[in-house]
C-alpha cells in the first residue's frame, strides 16, 4: 500500500455545481478531491470523485483568480490585482505569507475598488489597522 503524499498541495478539494437552468439552484454538486480529504459526499445531489496521490498543481476562474503552485511549498495567487505568496510545510501549514497591493506585482483592474482590513499587530512594518506599511 502506498504511504499518503506528503506535500503542500497533496490535501485539495475543488466543489463545483452544475446548472441546468438558468435559475439560482444548481441540480448537482461535484466534488473533486485528493485521496487525502476525509469526508465524501454522496446524496442524490451530490457526487464525489476522488484522485489519489495527486497534488493541486493550478487553479484559473475568470480572469480574475489565478492560483500557481511555484515550486515545492511555494504558492502564488493573484487574485484581482493582488499578488499572495504563501510558503508551506509539507503538510500544507502555512509558514509564511506576503501580500502585494495593486501596483506591485500584477496591474491594478479597472473598475476595481480595493480594501484592506489588517486588524491587529504586524510581525513586519508598522501595527496600525492598514497592515504592513500601510498609512501612518
Known sequence: MNKPLRRAGAVWRL???????????????????????????YTEFSQTTVLPRTELDELVVGRWLHLEQMDTGF???????????????????PTT??????????????????????????????SDRHGPGGPQ
Open 15 to 41: 466543489l463545483v455545481h452544475r446548472h441546468s437552468t438558468d435559475g439560482p439552484q444548481s441540480d448537482m454538486a461535484h466534488h473533486v478531491q485528493s485521496d487525502r480529504v476525509k469526508d465524501r459526499a
Open 97 to 126: 505569507v506576503t501580500v502585494h497591493g495593486p501596483g506591485a506585482w500584477d496591474d491594478p483592474v479597472e473598475g476595481c475598488s480595493y480594501e484592506l482590513d489588517w486588524p491587529g499587530e504586524s510581525t513586519q512594518g508598522g
Open 75 to 93: 504558492w502564488w495567487m493573484a487574485i484581482g490585482g493582488v499578488v499572495v505568496h504563501v510558503w508551506a510545510d509539507r503538510d500544507g501549514r
